[in-house]
Every structure is written in structure tokens, then in C-alpha cells.
């Protein structure tokens, strides 16, 4: 189940495209590449959803110019507590915000997006509650020449003209992939610590003109995804 927080004054074309991405992502030919994922437990192999269904999207006042993971929780927790969305154990939740805000993630060490990170994704437990899965992107577009890195350039413009949803929808279906078969981190594609995103990152295929895959009626271009004994594909 898909959820979208905009966080910020995000324009209504860019929010009307990524909901449309992300209510069609789960039908398409790409998402297939997600469901060959499965997990061990106490000897029951369980496979990872072969349906994302799109569930609501709402808008979050901006309130911090820099946020962190623990700001990105504690707005979860807020909506939680107001009843504006509900704790889902199968729930994904994407924060997306306004490229003139930035976003830092804490690994090992203090990461920052555009420079360090398009997009990223973490899980946090709720007391007496279900683990909550979530997602952080940005609008690049938003960013100037610093926001380059994490756009889609491409010379005939981007699939559907708007160049801050077309490339936070390819970050994404990255982030996506990654946190239903891998919200833990609890395996990685190699010794790099690549998950199944990160091993085809920002590899497209072979494509014409400025998408690779069709979502409903709407184009898109999103990155392959590595899958056991396959490689890199856009599809199975």
C-alpha cells in the first residue's frame, strides 16, 4: 500500500503525475521484476507483494528548511496521532519535498541529498505497534544546477514535461523496489552493500526517445532492476 506526504508548497501537476505513477506502478510490466523477492522465515518462504496498491496522498506545512530522518518520523507520527493517515504494517510512505528544502540521512556518517543521495528509504517500529516503512525524495527541479545530479536530462525534455515529477518518479521506483524486498537492509547485492536498485542504478536500457516503460496511459523512463540470474532488466 502507497502513501504520499508532500512536504511543502509542491505544485499540483507535480503531485497529480507522481500519484499517477504511483497508482499504476503496481500493474506494470516493471514491477515484475520486484515480485522473484522472497524471504525465509522459521523455514516459510514468503514472496514479496506481487499488487502496490495506491492508498491516499495528503500535504505537510513545511516547517524546517533541513530535514532529517528523525524530523521525517516524527511527521509520520504527528499524522498518525492527528488521524490523518493510519499506521499500515504494509504500507509504504513517501515524504516528498520542495527541492528548496534539503534532506540529510545518517548512516555511518551525515549524508546530504544531491550530494550525496537522490533519494533514500528507512523503517521504524511503533510502540505496540507495526513497523513503519518509509521513503524520503526530493524535487531536483527545484534545486538549481545543484539538483542536476539527481534529474532526468534529456535533450527532447522529459516524458511528460514536467521535470520535477519525471525524475523523482525514477528515484522512486528505486526506492520502492528496494524497500519492499530490503526495508531492513538486511542483505545487499555485494560487498559494495548494493540492493537490487543500486546494482542497476541510473541504467535505463535501451530506449528511444525519453521513456522506457508505459504506466496506464502516461510514459516513463525508470531505471532496470537487478534480479537473480537475469541482470539488470526492465521487465520479466
Not at 514491477?31 to 522472497?38: A, D, E, F, G, R
Not at 510512505?93 to 528509504?121: E, K, M, S, V
Not at 532526468?152 to 522529459?158: A, D, K, M, V, Y
Amino acid at each position: 500500500n502507497a502513501y504520499n506526504i508532500y512536504y511543502g508548497d509542491i505544485n499540483n501537476s507535480t503531485k497529480t503525475l507522481v500519484n499517477y505513477f504511483a497508482a499504476n506502478l503496481g500493474s506494470s510490466s516493471w514491477y515484475s521484476t520486484v515480485t522473484p523477492y522472497y524471504q525465509i522465515d522459521n523455514g516459510v518462504k514468503t514472496f514479496a507483494s506481487k499488487s502496490l496498491v495506491f492508498k491516499k496522498s495528503i500535504d505537510v506545512a513545511a516547517t524546517k528548511t533541513v530535514i532529517s530522518s528523525t524530523d521525517v518520523m516524527n511527521t509520520l507520527l504527528a499524522l498518525f496521532n492527528a488521524g490523518k493517515l493510519s499506521p499500515d504494517s504494509n504500507g509504504v510512505y513517501t515524504l516528498f519535498f520542495r527541492g528548496d528544502i534539503t534532506a540529510t540521512w545518517t548512516t555511518n556518517t551525515l549524508l546530504y541529498w544531491l550530494g550525496d543521495f537522490c533519494g533514500y528509504h528507512g523503517a521504524f517500529r511503533i510502540t505496540n505497534g507495526p513497523i513503519i516503512k518509509f521513503m524520503v525524495i526530493g524535487d531536483p527541479s527545484y534545486a538549481g544546477v545543484k539538483g542536476e545530479g539527481c534529474e532526468e536530462i534529456i535533450i527532447s525534455g522529459t516524458a511528460n514535461g514536467n521535470l520535477g515529477a519525471d525524475s523523482m518518479v525514477t528515484v522512486y521506483a528505486h526506492e520502492i523496489a528496494e524497500t519492499i524486498t530490503n526495508y531492513a537492509n538486511a542483505w545487499y547485492f555485494n560487498s559494495n552493500q548494493f540492493e537490487n536498485a543500486d546494482a542497476c542504478s541510473w541504467d535505463f536500457g535501451d530506449y528511444t526517445g525519453n521513456s522506457n516503460v508505459v504506466l496506464g496511459n502516461k510514459k516513463f523512463l525508470v531505471q532496470r532492476m537487478w534480479v537473480p540470474t537475469k541482470g539488470c532488466v526492465i521487465s520479466l
